[in-house]
């Protein structure tokens, strides 16, 4: 009997994305998260550079992203990097459903101006389709 008959090729997929890049991490990290819908952030540059995760509390230095409630997981991680110099890094974005699937964790439009002025070049994030991530330019 094949016992790979009882894996889904959607939790292969789901495998396959947390193996890929920093998406495990980023997953781990969202637990952390004390909101309803719970987002990680991974900044890389060959190793992790910082991690953050969605909150309600404000930040002097980020007003604009008050606008969108709290701060959000990507810009927790570029206050983590503090004065690390992120022009060519890359930021992995996890969120999942309560069911344990992966949602959709494109950056909002607030998060892609601040990565995009840090230098931020590409970012990872979930779908809530095949394969489960996608990659995009900032
Ligand atoms: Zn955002």
């Not at 789901?14 to 990290?29: E, H, Q």
């Not at 002097?60 to 983590?80: M, Q, R």
């Not at 930021?91 to 069911?99: A, L, M, Q």
Request: include cysteine; charge should be positive.
């Amino acid at each position: 009997m094949n016992r790979n008959q009882y894996i889904t090729k959607e939790q292969v997929s789901i495998a396959r994305m947390l193996n890929r890049g920093y998406f495990r991490l980023a997953k781990n990290v969202s637990k952390e998260s004390t909101y309803r819908i719970r987002l990680g952030a991974v900044l890389v540059n060959k190793k992790p550079i910082s991690v953050g995760f969605n909150k309600n509390k404000t930040h002097p230095t980020f007003t604009v992203s008050e606008k969108v409630g709290g701060i959000h997981a990507e810009i927790s991680a570029i206050i983590n990097a503090g004065r690390y110099d992120l022009k060519g890094t890359s930021i992995y974005v996890y969120r999942e459903y309560s069911g344990g699937f992966p949602a959709n964790s494109r950056p909002c439009i607030f998060c892609r101006a601040e990565l995009k002025s840090r230098g931020v070049k590409w970012m990872y994030y979930t779908v809530s389709t095949l394969p489960y991530w996608k990659r995009e330019r900032v």
